[in-house]
């Protein structure tokens, strides 16, 4: 029987409200990205206007799933799904399956699309795909897979990563697009290398807007609609991720604080807590253990075994599990 639910919700809360897809795994990688593993048991169900971004990637089973509307494309093992923000999809399935969800909310893809590729964030358009099969996108899957069944967070962030470049290549505007109220390349490029290049001190709202020759309104306005995000928030998570870069070598948190214009230690420690979940000294620690290692990521043979075992050990897990549950131990 079909199952929907008429809010305007990201496809995981779809399917813990309506109860059609029983939760094994899930991890939360930061406010905006988590990660979840599901197993359906042939129920269908409707995501109606979904809110964010969700990239689904069968593990086991769903041979006789399909979306109704697009009936010439059958699941099954590895194959991909994407359901861009706000897309209202029917699915039907005939049998158990097994499936893993990443959910990236529509501002961070944007973000990241911009970090990654260097172009305007309204470049980024998410494709309605049902049932791929896209090998880059494939085997980024499986590593992302891997990479969570190890427990390492630092290993689950770089395969997102990859996944997401891979994700990028395939997010194709539309021919001969035209945009319009955001700031010109040259703008953009032009605030990206200057904020880069002045991370070590405060930067005011007044100083970005004049490298620009625009109003402080109009350059707030038009920054926010080509990097997704606020000028200020964009120079933090700059700041974040030039702290990651530095806690690798061998540079105090005092004067990683100061490099990255924190206003002292303390105001670093709780910034960098606040984006990524952990201390700084967590995460050099991390980084210490040399968790991310070559063999990784490697290809497997397949990943059924790696499905069977969420699957049956997955018991008596209520659905209602707290958010860092991890593949891994199921």
């Not at 861009?84 to 969800?101: K, M, Q, T």
């Not at 109220?181 to 007044?206: F, Q, V």
């Not at 991310?292 to 990521?297: D, K, N, Y």
Request: aromatic fraction near 10%; include cysteine.
């Amino acid at each position: 029987m079909m199952r929907s639910i008429g809010a305007s919700l990201p496809p995981h809360e779809i399917l813990l409200r309506t109860e059609v897809a029983h939760r094994l795994a899930a991890t939360t990688v930061s406010p905006q990205i988590s990660l979840s593993i599901w197993r359906n048991e042939g129920r269908d169900v409707d995501y109606d206007c979904a809110k964010g971004h969700t990239f689904s990637f069968y593990l086991k089973g769903g041979y006789g799933s399909r979306r109704k509307t697009h009936s010439e494309n059958f699941g099954g093992p590895e194959k991909i799904c994407i359901i861009p923000d706000g897309a209202y999809s029917r699915w039907g399935h005939s049998g158990p399956l097994v499936f893993l969800h990443l959910y990236v909310n529509d501002d961070e893809l944007r973000r990241r699309f911009v970090e990654t590729t260097e172009k305007d964030a309204r470049l980024c358009r998410v494709p309605e795909i049902d049932y791929g099969d896209i090998r880059p996108v494939k085997n980024a899957f499986r590593a992302l897979f891997l990479a969570w069944r190890s427990s390492e967070r630092l290993a689950i962030e770089s395969a997102l990563t990859e996944l997401l470049t891979e994700i990028y290549a395939i997010c194709h505007p539309p021919a001969r697009v035209q945009l319009k109220g955001g700031l010109s390349n040259h703008s953009a490029k032009t605030i990206r290398e200057y904020i880069e290049g002045n991370l070590d001190r405060s930067l005011t709202l007044r100083e970005l807007s004049r490298q620009v020759n625009l109003s402080e309104f109009h350059f707030q306005k038009m920054f926010r609609a080509s990097f997704s995000i606020s000028p200020a928030r964009w120079v933090l998570f700059r700041r974040i991720a030039r702290a990651r870069e530095m806690l690798a070598r061998n540079v105090t948190i005092a004067e990683i604080s100061t490099h990255c214009g924190f206003s002292d230690q303390s105001h670093f420690t709780r910034s960098f807590r606040k984006a990524t979940g952990m201390t700084p000294g967590t995460y050099r620690a991390l980084i210490a253990r040399k968790t991310i290692r070559s063999g990784l990521f490697a290809q497997p043979r397949s990943l059924d075994s790696d499905a069977d075992h969420v699957n049956q050990n997955s018991g008596n897990n209520n659905d209602t599990a707290h958010e860092t549950k991890t593949a891994k131990g199921f």
